[in-house]
């Protein structure tokens, strides 16, 4: 029994030996490694910058491509977006650049820079003026009848450097976004889509600039460096209303001119005054800086100015001790106009109206000199007097209706006003529609405005930065002044040149040019005056601050 109950158990196999159990696991393992090696890395590789962002969110994958975009399209631009081209005689660098506020700068090395503001947009055109070539220049010296085909030249040259510079650009912000797309997601085809958007960006930023194109900016250049010296070697201002056609011609009497200044090394051209053109110079508020009246002397030599107008606060206290101050305004050059501000006295007026070459007005009084037939009237108030309470704007506005009274005796006897003058601007505004110009100071900042009935309103800056006192302020005060074109037959304002210099301690010069909206090109010119009484002031419709 025992025999027949052991034959029915199934006997227990045998363990295998430790060396074969070994070999199993080791062949197990290398089965596995390649699974585990993968699941190795992709737990520690960096994903690629699209998988960051959750589909579910495009937003901000879609700004992170604007933004690769943006900066690659601006590293292109600044690496090789610009372009070498001829134009005239002169050789010049032409580069697209981003900006806030578009425009065109000419820089014209080593005399200054020229800006237009020709467009707006986020892209601004700087073409740098390298160099005359001297071939060509000499061509010019040798042959002058061909300055004659110079202007026709140069709007070629600029013509054909604009479209290569179009051409250069959508290369450069195309190869700058795209490698910097590659860079970036190591993706092609995102990299390829951040050049397509660079290419749109381009082509909308040159659909704004083409859709805000101004080609009458160059009629108000903004001139800096030497060439603050420009508008007196560009033309006067009759020539630019008269000569004006299209923008690709002045813009090549502007380069030719640039070579004459070229040609003329160190030494600028001197001005050639038009003898058709009246020129005032228009100062106020000097405030006893003692700088003005060299400044003064040297815009009188310069834009052979005829007459001076000051519209007061010449001096600081008003007392006889700073009478000394006011010699200087007999020797300047040019005829002295002057009217009381709040801080110039009785006794400063006294001591003006006995000077050679000055000639004060006040209460309406009527003087002719160079040409302008001018009035104005004097402050009423003296602020520096602290024992008087200031008597406000109700007394400005009384003393100009002196001025106003004044100016419509002098229509009614035939002899309309030029120019009425008044130091606050507050008096000065009593003037509307008795005469087309009126000056005024006081506010030492400018202000240029059209009011209801048609007198143009132009408030000077500080020539005198203020005065002595500017050294007590962090910011030096600028230094201001404007030349003023006047038609010598209508006695109209042509133009005008805003003189703005660096205040104390600064040595920048700025030159703006400026053109009566009823002067621009296109414009329809107003009548003469005729003297006749019964003829009312022309109007004109408001305009913004030039």
């Not at 005829?335 to 006294?350: A, E, I, L, M």
């Not at 110009?437 to 209801?452: F, K, Q």
């Not at 002044?481 to 133009?495: E, F, G, I, P, W």
């Not at 053109?515 to 109007?539: C, D, F, H, I, W």
Request: charged share 20%; net charge positive.
């Amino acid at each position: 029994m025992a025999r027949v109950a052991r034959s029915r158990t199934q006997p227990t196999a045998p363990s295998a030996p430790l060396p074969l159990r070994l070999l199993r696991a080791t062949l197990d393992g290398v089965r596995r490694l390649p699974g585990t090696v993968r699941r190795h890395y992709r737990s520690r590789r960096t994903a690629p910058t699209s998988a960051l962002v959750p589909s579910s969110h495009p937003w901000p994958r879609a700004l992170g491509l604007a933004g690769v975009t943006v900066l690659g399209a601006w590293l292109g631009l600044l690496v090789i977006g610009g372009i070498h081209a001829p134009v005239g005689p002169m050789d010049t660098h032409m580069t697209l650049r981003p900006s806030l506020t578009g425009g065109t700068r000419i820089n014209v090395s080593p005399l200054g820079d020229l800006e237009l503001s020709s467009h707006h947009g986020p892209v601004r055109l700087d073409v740098d003026v390298d160099r005359l070539d001297p071939v060509r220049s000499q061509d010019l010296v040798d042959h002058p009848e061909r300055f004659a085909g110079l202007q026709a030249q140069v709007t070629h040259d600029v013509t054909r450097g604009t479209a290569g510079l179009a051409l250069n650009a959508c290369a450069a912000v195309a190869f700058g976004a795209t490698a910097l797309g590659l860079a970036v997601y190591r993706r092609p085809r995102r990299a390829l889509a951040a050049g397509g958007l660079a290419l749109a960006l381009l082509a909308t930023s040159g659909a704004a600039a083409y859709a805000t194109w101004n080609p009458k900016s160059v009629l108000e250049p903004k001139f800096s460096g030497l060439l603050s010296s420009a508008p007196s070697v560009v033309g006067n201002a009759r020539n630019i209303v008269s000569e004006f056609n299209v923008y690709q011609q002045e813009l090549a009497r502007l380069v030719t001119n640039v070579t004459k200044l070229y040609d003329a090394t160190s030494t600028l051209p001197t001005y050639q005054p038009d003898p058709t053109t009246i020129r005032a110079l228009h100062v106020s508020d000097i405030h006893l800086n003692p700088g003005s009246w060299r400044i003064i002397e040297s815009l009188v030599e310069q834009y052979r100015i005829d007459v001076i107008i000051d519209t007061g606060d010449t001096m600081d206290h008003g007392s006889a001790a700073e009478n000394h101050f006011l010699d200087p305004v007999s020797t300047l050059g040019a005829p002295y106009v002057w009217v009381r501000g709040n801080h110039d006295s009785r006794t400063t007026q006294k001591y003006l109206t006995g000077r050679k070459h000055v000639t004060v007005l006040d209460d309406g009084r009527v003087t002719q000199v160079a040409g302008l037939r001018i009035a104005g009237v004097g402050d009423p108030q003296f602020t520096p007097d602290r024992s008087v309470l200031p008597a406000g704007d109700p007394s400005e506005r009384t003393a100009g209706g002196k001025l106003a009274d004044s100016l419509r005796t002098q229509r009614l006897a035939g002899t309309p006003v030029d120019i009425a003058l008044a130091h606050n601007p507050t008096a000065a505004t009593e003037a509307d529609g008795l005469a087309p110009l009126a000056l005024a100071g006081h506010i030492h900042h400018r202000e240029n405005t059209m009011l209801p009935q048609g007198t143009r309103l132009m408030v000077e800056g500080s020539t005198g930065g203020g005065g002595l006192r500017a050294v007590q302020n962090k910011k030096p005060e600028q230094v201001r002044a404007s030349v003023l074109y006047m038609d010598r037959t209508t006695k109209r304002l042509q133009a005008w040149d805003e003189i703005t210099l660096g205040g104390l301690g600064l040595s920048r010069a700025e030159v703006s040019r400026h053109l009566p909206r009823e002067n621009q090109p296109g414009a329809t010119p107003r009548p003469p005056r005729s003297p006749s009484p019964s003829v009312e002031p022309s109007t004109s419709p408001s305009e913004s601050p030039g």
